[in-house]
């Protein structure tokens, strides 16, 4: 059901202080079910069908591109669904428009305090919300999990994984850049960029493949997910005025800005071949 939405992807290449990038703009696919959530999203709406469940539950933040992506995507094909939102103090107050698009798609929003939302892979946690929401099917937060892979290896083509050396994406939740790494040539790098502090989505990584041509740096998250600064805000700005290609805060600027950082550093050289993920998220931009 998800190929009959799907369009070409195209390719922009730019020069950035000398090195050529070629950004492949996944969030070209669809304009709500954006970027890599179009790839995390389709077989787990493919097994849920398969199931014979027409209701979907997941999980995210106020600001989640996959909760407004999920709740897109079961208007679209016929599904109820449920988003379990991190913060209890949200339910009173004006939803944002991250959470005014899922709702205004249909999902029903299920405030949740900080510390239940931590225990969100717990199975004790997700056999209650099993009993509150009977013949749900359960997408983890970010849509990680082994469907979503699946769905992750198809961003990279035969010409991708032979025509570049080293590919870079924004990281949140880990499916993404682990679909990006099962689908690598042993000769390609995979360059992950947090958005998030700390080292534990490198261990989370790690544990979804076997392969080693990766690293995920926390060097250009700006203290963490959501979190900005106005040298990002004006990096964004400029990049978007000289290159015309739109980028958001929490991934995408992130990453472009953290790639710039490195070509300046000589950590990125003239002669690799790089292939720039375009995850989408615009829904999440922050307008000047």
Same mark, same amino acid.
């Given at each position: 059901m998800?190929?009959?939405?799907a369009?070409?992807?195209? +390719?922009?290449?730019?020069?950035?202080?000398?090195?050529?990038?070629?950004?492949?703009?996944?969030?070209?696919?669809?304009?709500?079910?954006?970027?890599?959530k179009?790839?995390?999203?389709?077989?787990?709406?493919?097994?849920?069908?398969?199931?014979?469940?027409?209701?979907?539950?997941?999980?995210?933040?106020?600001?989640?591109?996959?909760?407004?992506a999920?709740?897109?995507?079961?208007?679209?094909?016929?599904?109820?669904?449920?988003?379990?939102?991190?913060?209890? !103090?949200?339910?009173?107050?004006?939803?944002?428009?991250?959470?005014?698009?899922?709702?205004?798609?249909?999902?029903?929003?299920?405030?949740? $305090?900080?510390?239940?939302?931590?225990q969100? &892979? &717990?199975?004790? +946690?997700?056999?209650q =919300?099993?009993?509150?929401?009977?013949q749900?099917?359960?997408?983890?937060?970010?849509?990680?999990?082994?469907?979503?892979?699946?769905g992750c290896?198809?961003?990279?083509?035969? $010409?991708?994984?032979?025509?570049?050396?080293?590919?870079?994406?924004?990281?949140?939740?880990?499916?993404?850049?682990?679909?990006?790494?099962?689908?690598?040539?042993?000769?390609?790098?995979? =360059?992950?960029? $947090?958005?998030?502090?700390?080292?534990?989505?490198?261990?989370?990584?790690?544990?979804?493949?076997?392969?080693?041509?990766?690293?995920?740096?926390? !060097? +250009?998250?700006?203290?963490? +997910?959501?979190?900005?600064s106005?040298?990002l805000?004006?990096?964004?700005?400029?990049?978007?005025?000289?290159?015309?290609?739109p980028?958001? &805060?929490?991934?995408?600027?992130?990453?472009?800005?953290?790639?710039e950082?490195m070509? =300046? &550093?000589g950590?990125?050289l003239?002669?690799?071949?790089?292939?720039?993920?375009? $995850?989408?998220?615009?829904?999440?931009?922050?307008?000047?």
């Amino acid at each position: 059901m998800f190929d009959s939405i799907a369009n070409n992807i195209p +390719y922009e290449q730019l020069q950035m202080h000398g090195v050529q990038l070629t950004i492949k703009r996944l969030d070209s696919v669809h304009p709500q079910i954006s970027g890599n959530k179009f790839f995390k999203l389709k077989y787990n709406f493919a097994e849920a069908q398969q199931q014979g469940l027409t209701k979907i539950l997941t999980f995210g933040g106020a600001y989640s591109n996959h909760i407004a992506a999920t709740a897109f995507a079961a208007h679209k094909f016929g599904f109820e669904s449920v988003g379990i939102i991190r913060g209890e !103090e949200l339910a009173d107050k004006p939803l944002n428009p991250t959470l005014k698009t899922a709702q205004n798609f249909g999902m029903q929003l299920h405030f949740v $305090s900080r510390e239940a939302y931590r225990q969100k &892979q &717990q199975a004790s +946690y997700l056999e209650q =919300l099993s009993l509150l929401y009977p013949q749900h099917y359960i997408i983890p937060e970010g849509g990680t999990n082994q469907l979503a892979i699946q769905g992750c290896k198809e961003i990279l083509t035969a $010409s991708d994984t032979a025509n570049f050396d080293l590919i870079c994406t924004a990281a949140g939740t880990g499916g993404t850049i682990a679909g990006l790494i099962e689908a690598s040539s042993a000769e390609q790098k995979i =360059l992950g960029f $947090s958005a998030l502090k700390g080292n534990f989505l490198t261990a989370d990584v790690a544990q979804l493949t076997r392969k080693k041509n990766w690293r995920i740096t926390d !060097e +250009y998250c700006f203290g963490g +997910y959501a979190k900005t600064s106005a040298q990002l805000m004006q990096f964004i700005h400029d990049f978007e005025q000289k290159y015309g290609i739109p980028l958001e &805060q929490i991934y995408t600027g992130k990453m472009l800005y953290g790639i710039e950082q490195m070509i =300046l &550093q000589g950590q990125i050289l003239p002669q690799q071949r790089i292939l720039v993920i375009h $995850s989408g998220g615009l829904q999440g931009k922050i307008q000047p």
